[in-house]
C-alpha cells in the first residue's frame, strides 16, 4: 500500500506560479499510474491531470492545457504539477492519486486506488 503526500500549494495572486509536489512512500512508485484531483467548497471533487506510470502518457483537464505541466520521477519517487497562469477558479484543494492500473491516465476519481490528504491552493485576483 503507497502512502501519498501533497506539498507545495499556497497563496498566490491571479497570474502567478505555484509547483505542487506528491511524495510516495510503502509501495513500488512505478507500479502505479498517478492522477491529480481538486475540489472547490460545495463542488465535486474534479480531475485535473494524469500521467502512466512510465511518463509517456499524459492527460489533462481542458481547464488546465496550456497552463500545466504534470511530470513525475520514479527514482525519487514523486509527482509534480507545474501550474502558470493560475486563475481564481483554480482555488482549491488539489489531492495526487494512485491508480493500480500501470498505463491508465484515468480521469475517474473512482478509478484511484489512493489518496493524499490534500494541499491548499488559493488564488486572488
Known amino acids: 500500500q503507497v502512502q501519498l503526500v501533497e506539498s507545495g500549494g499556497g497563496s498566490v495572486q491571479a497570474g502567478g506560479s505555484l509547483r505542487l509536489s506528491c511524495a510516495a512512500s510503502?509501495?513500488?512508485?512505478?507500479?502505479?499510474?498517478m492522477g491529480w484531483f481538486r475540489q472547490a467548497p460545495g463542488k465535486e471533487r474534479e480531475f485535473v491531470a494524469a500521467?502512466?506510470?512510465?511518463?509517456?502518457?499524459?492527460a489533462y483537464a481542458d481547464f488546465v492545457k496550456g497552463r500545466c505541466t504534470i511530470s513525475r520521477d520514479n527514482a525519487k519517487n514523486t509527482m509534480h504539477l507545474q501550474m502558470n497562469s493560475l486563475k481564481p477558479e483554480d482555488t482549491a484543494v488539489y489531492y495526487c492519486?494512485?491508480?493500480?492500473?500501470?498505463?491508465?491516465?484515468?480521469?475517474?476519481?473512482?478509478?484511484?486506488?489512493?489518496w493524499g490528504q490534500g494541499t491548499q491552493v488559493t488564488v486572488s485576483s
Open positions: 492519486a494512485a491508480d493500480r492500473t500501470l498505463g491508465s491516465t484515468s480521469k475517474r476519481f473512482l478509478d484511484y486506488d489512493y
Open positions: 510503502g509501495g513500488t512508485f512505478s507500479r502505479y499510474a
Open positions: 500521467i502512466d506510470w512510465s511518463g509517456a502518457r499524459i
